[in-house]
């Protein structure tokens, strides 16, 4: 059993799950073996049963035992969990492989390979794989492909960019080849993620991405107000948003915008609305802020 999910405790997980617990969203992700998905903590569905869950530290762990992502808690608005140690040299080689590999302006436009990986960290392509697969309990190609596939599907259900669009920035090199890595990993075709009548913003798209609390979002908003730019960013306590003009290099080339981000707290959500001149830098830009957070 790989580290992450054999230090779960999984009665104190069920506790979590049953309480609907945000403070542990992102922590871990319950597999059902009654309908083959995998949820978040914080998913509203039906409690399954104690004997029908299944544990995971990652979402790449759930997806490898055979689950599919939940269409209703989705996982991939789940929160970052990242912990780091002073100890151990392995862990921290396989959390910095982890993080190469989840940022899309590591690699200049370019599909990263293991290969590559194990250059960028100046350890051989066969011990990388051993320390990946000893701390996630699954290969960097396998990390990989739930991080392009989760970018995907909340592409798909968040935005109206073009299918083939929505393919190309989460990493694919052809349609065909995205199209039959959502069949293969979850079953159905990608159009059928879309949502139904779905309301588009004014100006921009909108994207919800899911912070972790206690947040103290009054402080964080006020701090920025005081520091604001005229003309750069903006900070608004009494909305709960942040506004701010950006920069972002993604594909090679420069994309320059703006954004809003508004929070949903009793959703423990951040509401993200992107200019249109930012589309084909999502990826880039939903990062960031998930690394920010």
Known sequence: MHPD??????????LALQARDARFDGRFFIGVTSTGIYCRPVCKVRLPRRENCRFFGHAA???????RPCLRCRPELAPHSIVWSIQDASYILAHQAARLL??????????????????????????VRRIFEA????????????????????????????????????????VRRFNAAFVEHYGLNP?????EGASSPAQGMAIRLGYRPPYDVAAMLGFF????????DMADP???ALARTVAVEAGGEL????????????????????????????????????AAR
């Open 5 to 14: 999910s054999a230090a779960l405790q999984p009665d104190a997980c069920y």
């Open 61 to 67: 762990q759930a997806e490898r035992a055979g689950f």
């Open 102 to 127: 989840d940022e899309p302006e590591a690699w200049g436009g370019s599909s990263p390979s293991v290969e590559q990986l194990a250059a960028r960290l100046g350890i051989s392509d066969r011990h």
């Open 135 to 174: 701390q996630f309990g699954v290969s960097p190609v396998q990390y990989l492909q739930t991080r392009r596939l989760l970018t995907a599907k909340q592409l798909l259900a968040d935005t109206d960019l073009p299918i083939t669009q929505i393919a190309l920035i989460s990493g694919y090199s052809s």
């Open 191 to 195: 159009t059928r993620l879309r949502r």
């Open 225 to 232: 107000a005081k520091r604001a730019i005229e003309g750069v």
């Open 238 to 240: 009494a909305k709960g």
């Open 255 to 290: 994309h320059k915008g703006w954004l809003v981000a508004e929070f949903d707290e009793p959703r423990h959500q951040l509401v993200l609305r992107v200019s249109d001149s930012l589309r084909s830098a999502l990826p880039v830009v939903i990062h960031r802020l998930k």
